[in-house]
């Protein structure tokens, strides 16, 4: 089992970066899948990133591809999220969760975090 913690959420201008990070707990991290979603006002949870349990192969939305940089210490038991040239349509909560499937599907993962907001000015 894992616990999930997310921080460094805000409000940035558009154009701006932010740095997401995922502090995880529990003596398995490194055996799991880690992916970030995130979910707007009045729309579903969707996906963004996902990283192998080794860090060395990334998955991402298109939506983000490009802008977006998901990677993982899995000594420190963390994961990130590198956000930049952010849009307003990038506004959202923004969940860390844990799986075992490298996959963009959100019934792949078992654990999840509160989530953090994010909100890009125009």
């Known amino acids: 089992q894992v616990q999930l913690v997310e921080s460094g959420g805000g409000l940035v201008q558009a154009g701006g970066s932010l740095r997401l990070s995922c502090a995880a707990s529990?003596?398995?991290?490194?055996?799991?899948?880690m992916g970030w979603f995130r979910q707007a006002p009045g729309k579903e949870r969707e996906f963004v990133a996902a990283i192998s349990s080794s860090g060395g192969g990334t998955y991402y939305a298109d939506s983000v591809k490009g802008r977006f940089t998901i990677s993982r210490d899995n000594a420190k038991k963390m994961v990130y999220l590198q956000m930049n040239n952010l849009i307003p349509e990038d506004t959202a909560v923004y969940y860390c969760a844990a799986g075992n499937l490298f996959s963009a599907r959100l019934t792949n993962y078992n654990y999840w975090g509160q989530g953090t907001q994010v909100t890009v000015s125009s």
């Open positions: 529990g003596p398995t991290f490194s055996t799991y899948i």
